[in-house]
């Protein structure tokens, strides 16, 4: 498929989307959440599809935030109908893991992008902020909940009550990235990243994203209780017997999803 604001590549297991708007810094438009909600639903249905990483045109960006052409316009309704949250919802949501290739600025909008996808791996010229509130708003897309979720809650009120970016090092030091490399190697490394998910049995990775993503949202008896579900389930499948089997034999797997 093609789409007007992305450009989307398919190798090895692993969809590339990359956000193609580097003339205004890759900010996330109405458009551009029209393409990426479209490209995700494709990617749900095909099974040459293992991991997706997203990522954003040029060295400059990964996003830089929302449209703020588009914003100026925005009325109380379209905070309430909150078309960018609920793309975020569907990203962190999704059944395949995603990896954010964050190659610049993730501001506003592209923060939240980056917080919603499983893993984030940073560039070392990559940089991360909430400045929202200069503008009078607020990070109305997860912004508030999934950074105090992942760095604090004290980290995050700072970082979103007075607008300040840190860069790539500082977001490793307070767990916002996982790992910092060279801009040079940043896609070498999401894919590497990527093939050694595929490696794994892949409905237990599924299964072990959902329980993450679930247990988060609950109290740690809830989160034990949905984790010992989703073992027994995997106790039963195809693959925990072939995995099992492939160790003992001192072979490599051959997973099936079943």
């Keep these: 498929m093609s789409y007007q604001t992305l450009r989307t590549e398919i190798a090895d297991g692993v969809a590339v989307v990359t956000i193609n708007r580097p003339e205004v810094r890759n900010a996330v438009s109405r458009q551009v959440q029209n393409d990426l909600r479209a490209a995700l639903a494709a990617f749900k249905q095909d099974d ?7 990522t954003g045109a040029g060295d400059r960006a990964f996003v830089a935030g929302a449209d703020i052409a588009e914003l100026k316009h925005y009325t109380k309704h379209t905070g309430l109908a909150s078309e960018m949250q609920r793309l975020h919802d569907e990203v962190e949501a999704f059944d395949k893991p995603t990896i954010a290739a964050v190659n610049g600025y993730a501001l506003g909008g592209g923060c939240e992008l980056a917080m919603a996808c499983d893993i984030r791996i940073a560039a070392t010229n990559a940089q991360f902020g909430l ?3 200069n503008l009078s708003v607020l990070p109305g897309a997860g912004g508030t909940q999934r950074l105090a979720r992942l760095v604090g809650t004290g980290r995050a009120s700072e970082m979103i009550l007075t607008g300040r970016r840190i860069d790539a090092e500082q977001a490793r030091e307070i767990g916002l990235v996982t790992s910092v490399v060279p801009p040079v190697d940043l ?3 999401a894919r590497a990243t990527a093939a050694q998910i595929l490696n794994k049995g892949p409905l237990a990775v599924r299964l072990a994203k959902l329980v993450i993503r679930s247990g988060t949202d609950a ?4 989160g034990m209780v949905i984790e010992r579900l989703a073992q027994a389930l995997l106790y039963t499948s195809e693959d925990k017997l072939e995995g099992a089997s492939a160790f003992l034999d001192k072979r490599t797997p051959a997973f099936k999803g079943n």
């Design 48 to 54: 040459g599809v293992g991991v997706v990483v997203i």
């Design 131 to 133: 400045p929202e509130t």
């Design 187 to 189: 896609m070498a490394t």
């Design 219 to 222: 109290d740690q008896r809830t």
